[in-house]
Each structure stands twice: as C-alpha cells, then as structure tokens.
C-alpha cells in the first residue's frame, strides 16, 4: 500500500510540475524543424533500404532470405521504440533524448556498408531501427508542448507530411541514390540532414532538467513484457507471406506468443502508475476514433503508393526511377497542400470532420478511377488519380491529428503521442502485410479464371506468350480489384464519423469538445 501510494505520488508530481515552457519564438521553431527534418530522414532511410535491397545484397554477398530478415528487423525495432520513447524524452529530457537519437541513427546508419558479414549488419539495422524509431513522438510532443494554441495545428500539421510526403518522397528518392550514387548511399544519404538536424535541435530546443525520479517507479514489467510483444507481431506480419503464414512454426510461435505477452502488458499498463501506455485514454471518443481510422487511412495512402509502382514495374517494365515522376506529383505539392489544410481546419467555424469525411471522399473517388486500370495504361494516366490525392491525403490526416490531440491535458501529451505513433508505424505494417496478401490472393484467383476460360480456346492453343498474356492481366484485373477495396474502405471510414467524433475547436478558439 505504502508502494502504491508512493508510486501514485510520483506519477501526480509528474503530471502537475512539468517543465516549464518556454516561449515561442525563432529557436523553437528552428528546433521544430530540426526534430521534422530527423523523422523525416528516418521515414527516407526505411524507404531507400527496401528499394537498395536487391544492390545491397549483391554487393555485400546477402541471400534472399537474410535481405528479408534485414527490412523485418529495422520494422520490428522501429516501432517497438515508438512506444517507449516519449517515457524516455520526458526522463531524460526532450533535447537530450532527441539529440542522442539522432547521433546514434547517424552513427550507426555510417557503420552500416562496413559491417563484414551479414550478422554484424542484422545488429547494427537493429539497433538503428530502435533510434529511428524513437523520433517519430518527438515530433509531436514538441508541437505539443512549445506551439502557442494559434499555431500548434501546423506543428501537428507538419507531423502529417510524415503519413502524407515522406512515403511518397522516399520512393523516387531511393530511385535516385540506388542509380546514380551507389548502394553505399542507401545507408550514407540520412548523413547530411541528420546533421543539419542535430544542429537546429540543439540550438532550437531548450534543456529541461534530468528528472531521474521517474525510475523509482520505472515499469519494468511493462518493458519486459510491451517490448518482446510488439517485436514478435510486427517480425510476423513482415515474415509471414513469405513463410506461408500459420503453416510456419516460427510465425505461429510469433503471433500467439506476442499477442499473449501484449494482453499482459495492457493490464500491467491499466494498474501501474506510471505507464508507457495510458490506456484509460481511449475512453476519449475523438482520440479512439482517431486512431481507429488511422490505420484505414494508412492502408489507402499505402496503397495508393504500392499499386501504380507494382502495376507499372510489371505492365510497362518500368524502373524505379521512371515511377518516380507519378510519386513526386503527389509528394511535392504537399508542401503547399498541407498548410492550406491546416489554416482550413484552423477556422472556428470549420467543423474538422467534415474536412475528413471530404478527404475519405476524394480518396474513394481517386481509387474508384483507378479501378478502371486497362494494360495500356501508362504513367501519365495515373496522374489524374494523383493530383486528386494532393489535396485528399492532408484533409484525411489533419483532421485526425487535430481530433486525437484536441481536448487533451499537457500531462497527457507523451501518452497521446506514444498512443498515435505506435498505432501508426504498426497500422503500416500490417497495411502492407494485408496489402501483399490481398494481391497474392487476387492474382491467384484471376489466373485460374483467365486459363479456366482461355486455356482450352483454339484462338489461343498455339500461343506461345499465352502465360505472360495470362499474367498480364491477372494483374491488371487484381490493380482494378485493390483499388475498388480502398475506395470500400475509404467510404466505411466515412460512414464512422457520425458515429464516433465530436466536434473539436481549433486550439485556443474553444475549450472542450461539443457536438
């Protein structure tokens, strides 16, 4: 009881006597934009890998299956520290936890093309994965702590070019390292920003003091039990297409085994006083929700990205580079696209869920074009589909980021962020695990309805390019397939917000949340 008590004391000390603010000025937004700039390297550094892969295992003698575990483990890792880094932050401060993040992201990211054997490098993205992971919540938490309430939503909105710019940049840019500067660059390219990173957070953030009392009730259970757990899911959702799922013993022994040990850890987490995860938050309507339809969001966005590259590498034999142009055309107007969002969402009279329901509309409305997918089309017939999605990606996440932090005490800052980054960096994963199902499964079953159909035709007997004909369309017809699932899911997602949501004022316009 006396523990207990002790515990529920430090946990009030550390809600009420935060450190103390400071204001608003040149170097916190300096600050800001050296914490944007790192989380934005991280989300590149992911990307560049997986599309270096196949010129980093020619260089360095790495087998498929070894490339594979490589991209599982950075995964793994890189979420898992999402949830235990804004813990971390507000122990160790913000500044100090963010600048060792960074150098030790850089550090390892330079290490990386010398590591001599392919287990050497496993440690190394390993530990590099638990670094870039860590960035992601700080982000938020600084727009959430030094953001005067009149401009916090475009702090938050600059989050959002995580979920919106970042993929679609990190796709062409991989192209352009991979073909023009060397497979080295895949790991060396986070080198420049990373530094210019560490010299705004520096100058820009100020020092809290280190607030080691938090360790007397440190919630060691919760880490030995939260941390294994997410690693073990997310390595199963990475590996399991290639290990054909429930028939492998080792995805079995993931999946139950991390599942069990994260429903331990959730109650672990309801009764400590001091958790990683405050799970008593989801009774909030408007966070739920939000992070509710972030993972359906990040499906869409997903693969709205992983369609067009798939259908044009495979159809019209495109490289990486030669993709690029329709990634970028979604990827650099965002710059101008999300602020316009976040001013629209900053109007009091502007009711943010109905900027939402708009941006799921113009996502269903872009995937149900693209459904109309032929094996003529090109890139340059993608691009109506993109020029709708600059505007539709940002009103589909501001809102969400303003609904999930509206309405929230600054104590609970941390427990917000830890919430909303781990949901997010793990909805991508097991969007993109779904995602290579759902193409696995359609391009199955459309091969066998097109030689069902064709293969017994005497206009066909003696072609000799009948099974790439076959292929062709399989994935033609599985394109068209996915891109009417997202625009069902979009509209499901619309269907929610009367239900869920209620109505959220800007920062500083209105206290509360009313219907």
């Not at 590996?239 to 331990?264: A, C, D, H, K, Y």
């Amino acid at each position: 009881m006396t523990s207990l008590t002790a515990g529920s004391t430090i946990a009030a000390m550390s809600a009420k006597s935060p450190p103390a603010n400071a204001a608003f000025g040149l170097r916190i937004f300096t600050g800001l934009v050296g914490v944007l700039l790192a989380v934005l390297v991280s989300g590149f550094n992911e990307n560049v890998t997986k599309v270096a892969m196949p010129d980093i295992r020619g260089a360095m003698g790495i087998g498929y299956d070894e490339g594979t575990w490589l991209l599982a483990v950075y995964s793994a890792t890189s979420i898992s520290a999402m949830a235990f880094a804004p813990w971390c932050a507000a122990t160790f401060s913000l500044r100090r936890f963010t600048l060792c993040a960074i150098g030790a992201f850089l550090l390892l990211g330079i290490l990386c093309p010398f590591a001599p054997n392919v287990d050497v490098l496993m440690v190394l993205r390993t530990l590099q994965g638990f670094a870039g992971g860590a960035l992601p919540p700080m982000l938020m938490s600084v727009a959430l702590r030094f953001l005067p309430p009149g401009i916090r939503l475009y702090g938050l909105g600059s989050y959002a070019l995580t979920a919106t710019f970042g993929p679609s940049f990190g796709t062409p840019l991989s192209a352009w390292w991979v073909e023009y500067a060397g497979w080295q660059w895949a790991f060396w390219q986070i080198v420049p920003l990373s530094l210019l990173a560490m010299g705004c957070v520096a100058w820009g953030l100020p020092q809290d003091p280190l607030r080691l009392e938090r360790f007397k009730q440190f919630d060691w259970r919760g880490l030995l039990l939260g941390l294994p757990g997410l690693i073990m899911l997310v390595l199963a959702l990475e590996l399991g297409q290639r290990l054909n799922w429930l028939e492998s013993p080792m995805i079995r022994f993931f999946i139950f085994g991390g599942g069990t040990l994260l429903v331990l850890f959730f109650i672990n987490e309801w009764f400590h006083p001091l958790p990683f995860f405050k799970l008593q938050l989801l009774k909030i309507r408007n966070l739920a929700h939000a992070l509710l339809t972030l993972g359906g969001v990040l499906f869409v966005l997903l693969a709205v990205i992983k369609i067009p590259s798939s259908y044009l590498a495979q159809i019209q034999g495109y490289r990486p580079l030669e993709t690029a142009p329709v990634m970028l055309l979604v990827a650099l107007p965002q710059l101008l696209a999300l602020p316009l969002v976040v001013a629209l969402c900053n109007l009091r009279r502007v009711d943010c869920r109905w900027v939402l329901a708009i941006g799921l509309g113009l996502l269903a409305l872009a995937c149900g074009i693209g459904s109309q997918v032929t094996a003529a089309w090109s890139r340059e017939n993608f691009y109506p589909l993109q020029a709708i999605q600059i505007i539709a990606q940002p009103m589909a996440v501001i809102p969400l980021l303003m609904l999930a932090t509206g309405g929230l005490n600054p104590a609970d800052g941390p427990f917000a962020s830890a919430w909303f980054n781990t949901v997010k960096g793990f909805s991508a994963t097991a969007a993109g695990s779904l995602l290579g199902v759902l193409t696995l499964n359609r391009e199955h079953f459309h091969s066998t309805m097109l030689i069902d159909r064709l293969g017994n035709s005497p206009l066909v007997a003696g072609s000799t390019d009948l099974a790439h004909r076959i292929h062709q369309q399989a994935v033609v017809l599985t394109s068209s397939d996915l891109y009417l699932y997202m625009a069902g899911l979009a509209l499901l997602l619309i269907v929610l917000i009367p239900f869920g949501p209620t109505r959220i004022y800007p920062p500083g316009t209105a206290v509360g949340a009313v219907k």
